[in-house]
């Protein structure tokens, strides 16, 4: 019977040139619903503890969604996993764009790349046929230049290709996996272990369907979640302007990162919008991900002055804030270039930013000089220091090379209180999230088994400012007055919510921007397309959602397992320990305050006893020791994860029941 | 702080393009920020309503649209009902989503 599976997994082993497909086992697949979660299994059973992110132990897998290459609304997206280079823990990336459905199309599920190749190569992936290939000519290439490349050898356009940049080969800490140009597998590193493996690219092509298993049933439960998307009137918006409408929101709020986070303003902060991108011309395109219906993605060019002929897609909201305000700019032909740049090396524009962000202060305080950068002037919004840093880091070259493991290792590298301003934790650059302002971010941030990034677990609802997340967090808490991100109540309860759901999103192959940041697709919804889908019937809202926990809980596991503790789940020194600006829409705070207004720096969450509140109550929550924060081995059975607490329990990393 | 009968002037700030359209109202004292949004209503929003036929404001809707007052956004105060004083600022956002 169709099941929505392409059915086969393939491993591929590049010391030995092993490549070796394999039934899928859909019933194991569909324990952790799919792609991330089922990513998550096989990191577990295929990464010894200790692994060097960057050896030949580290396994690197591309996982679909298991309604990737269906028509099920926004399912495009494809999870890359393995042990993180940047953390030295779990990681999972998820990527847009067409690849995974291609890579079923060709008759795979799931990618699993093992070992490391005695020299460069890439792999070909055929209607079922594989083969790695010397990329001797590829090596040295950037993005652009390899896709191109590929593409001519194929003659054949509609080839998918992921591939890494000169980032990637030179295990940048933030490189990324770049697929058919635009989308990036960026967060965390991923790009460093492709390289690491001396795997230049993946280039697949397939002419084969995906069937679902009752297909009337599917096609309605489609149709619901797709109308009930579009009733949700941020659809539109994200059509017009892209991730960065909100650009100009956000500044309003105070909390669009600018500074290195010193600030969450920047005056002009509209140059750096979608609304201008579309007025100012530089927009060109539209794009979707493979199903999407929303197509929020850019494509914007340069056509007159000194960054003529820059293109790309994007700049996303993240990227104008970490290459734009972040840097103390709102130049956007900048920000398309540096975009671009990053787009081309294959580098994550979230972390990149941070660490020239992190120079530029650096820099400003005295800490590092002209001597230290080669001659390169570091002023805040510098545009030649930019460009000029970014091609650095990519090649590992000049001051460049100090930057390429992140800001955790410059700081620590350069010291003299440069930590403080380094604005990560767990080794990761926070994601462009103001989390002083917004309680509920702050604790999934800190909890995160990537580190501080939003996409893993969008908490959207908490700010009360939309019906949808009102309704939503009235439905997990019980009343909708706490649809307010300035509280300490009830934020492990709506941080857990959201954690099932952004798992199942992810497993499923959906769009969290359909689940997570809009509510048109409800777990209900999600469980009625799979079980239609695949034709496992035991699927309703709780149920997914309890898978969800049971992927969650199995990341967790991981990071237990090389060591995480509650010591981990902590935010950047800055966003625990510095009061932001306040924005400042009407006189000073003092004043506001004495009108009976909120008083911004109150509101602020700048303590760990803020954090510790939250961690305790998310702990029990969980049923994981509130002092450790290691699981239980009941918490782990009820998830049917027993095997994994008996392997946590012989290494003495499990918490008494 | 003292009561007066004075008419209140609040600034608005219309995110209907890129760039806002700053407008300066003047609203009886005990005004909310319902009866600043009735007063605004014939603004057109561009490309923006649900019906393109009609671009008002008007046609937004309470959902539809994003209010921040003084940097909070209305639904975490008194939503519609928030009094406003004055000097105060609004801006008014169409909703959004992710990023």
Same mark, same amino acid.
């Given at each position: 019977?169709?099941?929505?599976?392409?059915?086969?997994?393939?491993?591929?082993?590049?010391?030995?040139?092993?490549?070796?497909?394999?039934?899928?086992?859909?019933?194991?697949?569909?324990?952790?619903?799919?792609?991330?979660?089922?990513?998550?299994?096989? *990191?577990?059973?295929?990464?010894?503890?200790?692994?060097?992110? @960057?050896?030949?132990?580290?396994?690197?897998?591309?996982?679909?969604?298991?309604?990737?290459?269906?028509?099920?609304?926004?399912?495009?997206?494809?999870?890359?996993?393995?042990?993180?280079?940047?953390?030295?823990?779990?990681?999972?990336? =998820?990527?847009?764009?067409?690849?995974?459905?291609?890579?079923?199309?060709?008759?795979?599920?799931?990618?699993?790349?093992?070992?490391?190749? $005695?020299?460069?190569?890439?792999?070909?992936?055929?209607?079922?046929?594989?083969?790695?290939?010397?990329?001797?000519?590829?090596?040295?290439?950037?993005?652009?230049?390899?896709?191109?490349?590929?593409?001519?050898?194929?003659?054949?356009?509609?080839?998918?290709?992921?591939?890494?940049?000169?980032?990637?080969?030179?295990?940048?800490?933030?490189?990324?996996?770049?697929?058919?140009?635009?989308?990036?597998?960026? #967060?965390?590193? !991923?790009?460093?272990?492709?390289?690491?493996?001396?795997?230049?690219?993946?280039?697949?092509?397939?002419?084969?369907?995906?069937?679902?298993?009752?297909?009337?049933?599917?096609?309605?439960?489609?149709?619901?979640?797709?109308?009930?998307?579009?009733?949700?009137?941020?659809?539109?918006?994200?059509?017009?302007?892209?991730?960065?409408?909100?650009?100009?929101?956000?500044?309003?709020?105070?909390?669009?990162?600018?500074?290195?986070?010193?600030?969450?303003?920047?005056?002009?902060?509209?140059?750096? =919008?979608?609304?201008?991108?579309?007025?100012?011309?530089?927009?060109? #395109?539209?794009?979707?991900?493979?199903?999407?219906?929303?197509?929020?993605?850019?494509?914007?060019?340069?056509?007159?002055?000194?960054?003529?002929?820059?293109?790309?897609?994007?700049?996303?909201?993240?990227?104008?804030?970490? *290459?734009?305000?972040?840097?103390?700019?709102?130049?956007?032909?900048?920000?398309?270039?540096?975009?671009?740049?990053?787009?081309?090396?294959?580098?994550?524009?979230?972390?990149?930013?941070?660490?020239?962000?992190?120079?530029?202060?650096?820099?400003?305080?005295?800490?590092?000089?002209?001597?230290?950068?080669?001659?390169?002037?570091? &002023?805040?919004?510098?545009?030649?220091?930019?460009?000029?840093?970014?091609?650095?880091?990519?090649?590992?070259?000049? +001051?460049?090379?100090?930057?390429?493991?992140?800001?955790?290792?410059?700081?620590?590298?350069?010291?003299?209180?440069?930590?403080?301003?380094?604005?990560?934790?767990?080794?990761?650059?926070?994601?462009?999230?103001?989390?002083?302002?917004?309680?509920?971010?702050?604790?999934?941030?800190?909890?995160?088994?990537?580190?501080?990034?939003?996409?893993?677990?969008?908490? @959207?609802?908490?700010?009360?400012?939309?019906?949808?997340?009102?309704?939503? !967090?009235?439905?997990?808490?019980?009343?909708?007055?706490?649809?307010?991100?300035?509280?300490?109540?009830?934020?492990?309860?709506?941080?857990?919510?959201?954690?099932?759901?952004?798992?199942?999103?992810?497993?499923?192959?959906?769009?969290? +921007?359909?689940?997570?940041?809009?509510?048109?697709?409800?777990?209900?919804?999600?469980?009625?397309? @799979?079980?239609?889908?695949?034709?496992?019937?035991?699927?309703?809202?709780?149920?997914?959602?309890?898978?969800?926990?049971?992927?969650?809980?199995?990341?967790?596991? +991981?990071?237990?397992?090389?060591?995480?503790?509650?010591?981990?789940?902590?935010? $950047?020194?800055?966003?625990?320990?510095?009061?932001?600006?306040?924005?400042?829409?009407?006189?000073?705070?003092?004043?506001?305050?004495?009108?009976?207004?909120?008083?911004?720096?109150?509101? &602020?969450?700048?303590?760990?006893?803020?954090?510790?509140?939250?961690?305790?109550?998310?702990?029990?929550?969980?049923?994981?020791?509130?002092?450790?924060?290691?699981?239980?081995?009941?918490?782990?059975?009820?998830?049917?994860?027993?095997?994994?607490?008996?392997? *946590?329990?012989?290494?003495?990393?499990?918490?008494?029941? | 702080?003292?009561?007066?009968? /004075?008419?209140?002037?609040?600034?608005?700030?219309?995110?209907?393009?890129?760039?806002?359209? /700053?407008?300066?109202?003047?609203?009886?004292?005990?005004?909310?920020?319902?009866?600043?949004?009735?007063?605004?209503?014939?603004?057109? +929003?561009?490309?923006?309503? /649900?019906?393109?036929?009609?671009?008002?404001?008007?046609?937004?809707?309470?959902?539809?649209?994003?209010?921040?007052?003084?940097? /909070?956004?209305?639904?975490?105060?008194?939503?519609?009902?928030?009094?406003?004083?004055?000097?105060?600022?609004?801006?008014?956002?169409?909703?959004?989503?992710?990023?």
């Amino acid at each position: 019977m169709p099941s929505a599976f392409a059915g086969k997994l393939l491993h591929v082993n590049l010391t030995t040139g092993e490549i070796a497909p394999k039934p899928l086992d859909e019933k194991k697949v569909l324990k952790y619903l799919g792609a991330r979660g089922f990513n998550a299994r096989l *990191l577990w059973e295929l990464v010894p503890p200790g692994a060097d992110p @960057l050896g030949p132990e580290n396994v690197l897998i591309f996982g679909t969604g298991t309604l990737t290459g269906t028509s099920a609304p926004t399912s495009g997206r494809t999870t890359v996993s393995c042990k993180g280079p940047a953390t030295g823990l779990y990681l999972k990336t =998820s990527v847009g764009g067409h690849w995974g459905a291609e890579l079923k199309f060709a008759g795979y599920d799931y990618l699993i790349i093992e070992g490391r190749a $005695p020299k460069p190569v890439y792999l070909v992936i055929r209607d079922g046929e594989v083969e790695i290939r010397d990329a001797a000519d590829l090596w040295g290439k950037d993005v652009r230049e390899t896709t191109l490349a590929i593409e001519h050898a194929f003659q054949d356009p509609d080839v998918q290709v992921a591939c890494i940049g000169p980032a990637g080969e030179n295990r940048v800490l933030f490189a990324s996996i770049m697929m058919n140009y635009y989308n990036a597998a960026a #967060r965390g590193g !991923v790009g460093a272990v492709m390289g690491s493996k001396n795997l230049k690219a993946v280039a697949v092509r397939g002419h084969g369907r995906i069937h679902v298993a009752r297909p009337q049933e599917f096609r309605r439960a489609v149709m619901e979640a797709i109308e009930a998307s579009y009733q949700d009137f941020s659809a539109k918006t994200s059509y017009l302007y892209g991730t960065s409408a909100s650009v100009a929101v956000i500044n309003e709020l105070g909390s669009f990162p600018s500074f290195n986070f010193r600030s969450g303003r920047i005056d002009n902060a509209e140059k750096i =919008s979608g609304p201008y991108l579309v007025e100012a011309g530089y927009l060109k #395109r539209r794009m979707g991900c493979n199903a999407c219906i929303f197509s929020c993605h850019r494509y914007c060019e340069i056509t007159s002055g000194p960054h003529t002929g820059a293109y790309g897609g994007g700049p996303e909201y993240e990227t104008m804030s970490a *290459l734009g305000a972040g840097c103390g700019t709102v130049d956007v032909e900048l920000v398309i270039k540096a975009n671009e740049l990053c787009n081309i090396y294959g580098m994550d524009t979230i972390s990149a930013g941070s660490v020239v962000q992190w120079a530029m202060e650096s820099y400003e305080k005295g800490v590092i000089t002209e001597k230290d950068t080669g001659g390169i002037q570091l &002023q805040w919004g510098n545009p030649d220091a930019i460009l000029g840093l970014l091609e650095q880091v990519a090649r590992c070259r000049g +001051f460049g090379a100090k930057l390429a493991g992140g800001v955790r290792q410059a700081a620590k590298s350069i010291g003299r209180g440069s930590e403080k301003w380094a604005v990560e934790a767990k080794g990761l650059e926070q994601s462009r999230v103001e989390t002083r302002t917004a309680f509920g971010y702050a604790l999934a941030f800190a909890v995160n088994p990537r580190g501080p990034d939003h996409l893993h677990t969008q908490v @959207l609802a908490e700010f009360g400012t939309r019906p949808g997340g009102r309704a939503l !967090v009235a439905k997990i808490t019980g009343d909708e007055k706490y649809a307010f991100p300035r509280t300490l109540e009830k934020r492990a309860d709506i941080v857990r919510w959201h954690e099932d759901c952004y798992a199942a999103t992810d497993a499923l192959g959906l769009c969290s +921007f359909a689940t997570t940041a809009r509510y048109g697709v409800t777990p209900e919804l999600l469980a009625r397309m @799979l079980s239609a889908a695949t034709g496992v019937d035991s699927f309703e809202s709780e149920s997914l959602l309890f898978a969800g926990r049971r992927i969650m809980n199995l990341e967790k596991a +991981f990071n237990v397992r090389e060591g995480a503790t509650r010591k981990d789940d902590h935010l $950047p020194h800055r966003l625990m320990n510095e009061i932001l600006a306040p924005p400042s829409g009407k006189g000073d705070d003092r004043a506001a305050a004495a009108a009976g207004r909120p008083d911004p720096v109150k509101e &602020q969450i700048n303590s760990r006893a803020y954090l510790d509140r939250m961690l305790d109550e998310y702990y029990e929550l969980h049923g994981w020791d509130k002092a450790t924060g290691l699981p239980r081995c009941k918490t782990l059975g009820d998830l049917d994860l027993g095997d994994v607490a008996a392997e *946590l329990d012989r290494m003495g990393k499990l918490a008494k029941d | 702080m003292e009561k007066t009968n /004075r008419s209140i002037s609040v600034s608005l700030k219309l995110f209907n393009r890129a760039f806002p359209e /700053r407008i300066s109202l003047t609203l009886p004292p005990g005004a909310r920020v319902r009866d600043l949004m009735a007063k605004v209503e014939r603004k057109s +929003f561009n490309g923006m309503s /649900r019906k393109n036929s009609s671009p008002s404001l008007k046609d937004m809707g309470e959902d539809d649209l994003l209010l921040i007052l003084n940097g /909070r956004p209305v639904q975490n105060l008194q939503g519609y009902d928030t009094p406003l004083e004055d000097g105060d600022v609004v801006a008014v956002f169409p909703v959004m989503a992710g990023g």
